[in-house]
């Protein structure tokens, strides 16, 4: 019954932290060193009360959307938004990665060269050996892979292997994906935030190393992990990543189960589960009614695809 007692007393701290999150930014503004804010930084993003503040923030936005349908509307198509920038913005580092791959090959193989030397004006940009810019290749690599998957899995890029899910109807299939995200999704990028925050901490700053079960934080500088080794060195910049595509895909789950949760509750309008960005505004949703969506096929006579929620 403590056990209990002690979850349900966190589950209502959860709101009222939240609700009153704008003085502990302001508490933390103000603590006297840097330490002491470092301190309680590094320690936040995986505490419980953190867990508690984004759980209660998930609630109220199902619960607001329930009675409000605008209000869902705009929550899915800011969420879908924001991760269809990030994923487009990454887009870029595949063609900054076949540049630079060009350039290697052309210098090592051609020129016969050891390193790549880019100084316009006289001003260094770019004096590296060719074996760290080959492993600088990999950095690309998990950018793209961290900030271009939840655009993906809006998109429905993601290789799916079912047995049952294909051959349900739509309602079922919106239940399916209402629940897996409430049951898997979800829970699944919070543990690898929870994992991944202590490991990304302790590569960037130097400090009492961190693990998930730790209470308390000492934090003494920054230090930037890296290998010794001639290739790419910034170990860091890897963990940082894996933290950075737990965020985006807890963002990306958010917004998916409230995306079903508006198909479930809008039964009259055809709201796709994915849809292609380039069918309309990034996050746009299509809200024509079922009946009206199936004149128009009767019909034939629109030009612009339809709009994808």
């Known amino acids: 019954m403590e ?8 589950f209502l701290m959860g709101f009222v932290n939240l609700l009153i999150l704008p003085w502990h930014i302001y508490k ?3 603590l006297d060193t ?5 301190n309680a930084l590094t320690y936040i993003g995986m505490s419980h009360e953190f867990f508690f503040v984004v759980l209660a923030l998930v609630i109220i936005l199902i619960a607001v959307g329930i009675f409000r349908r605008s209000f869902l509307y705009r929550t899915v198509r800011g969420l879908e938004l924001f991760n269809g920038k990030m994923g487009q913005y990454a887009a870029w580092f595949a063609l900054l990665m076949t540049i630079q791959q060009v350039a290697i090959i052309a210098v090592g193989q051609i020129f016969r060269g050891n390193e790549i030397v880019f100084s316009p004006l006289g001003i260094s940009i770019i004096n590296e050996e060719l074996q760290w810019l080959s492993g600088q290749l990999k950095f690309y690599n998990s950018i793209l892979i961290a900030m271009a998957s939840a655009y993906t899995f809006i998109e429905g890029g993601h290789v799916r292997v079912d047995l049952v899910y294909a051959s349900c109807k739509t309602r079922t299939k919106q239940w399916i994906d209402f629940l897996g995200t409430l049951f898997f999704f979800i829970p699944s990028t919070l543990l690898l935030w929870w994992f991944a925050w202590p490991i990304a901490m302790n590569s960037m700053f130097a400090q009492k190393p961190m693990n998930i079960w730790t209470d308390s934080t000492r934090w003494r500088n920054f230090r930037f992990e890296t290998s010794g080794t001639a290739e790419f060195s910034w170990v860091w910049s890897f963990k940082v990543m894996v933290l950075v595509f737990a965020g985006l895909m807890f963002i990306c789950a958010v917004g998916f189960l409230l995306r079903n949760l508006l198909a479930l509750l809008e039964k009259d309008k055809d709201i796709q589960t994915h849809y292609s960005f380039e069918d309309g505004p990034a996050g746009g949703m299509g809200m024509a009614s079922a009946n009206a969506q199936q004149q128009g096929d009767k019909d ?3 030009d612009a695809p339809p709009h994808p929620l």
Request: glycine residues 6%; proline residues 0%.
């Open 300 to 302: 034939h006579d629109a």
């Open 28 to 30: 933390w503004a103000t």
């Open 34 to 38: 840097l330490k002491l804010k470092m």
């Open 3 to 10: 056990a209990l007692g002690t979850l349900l007393l966190n």
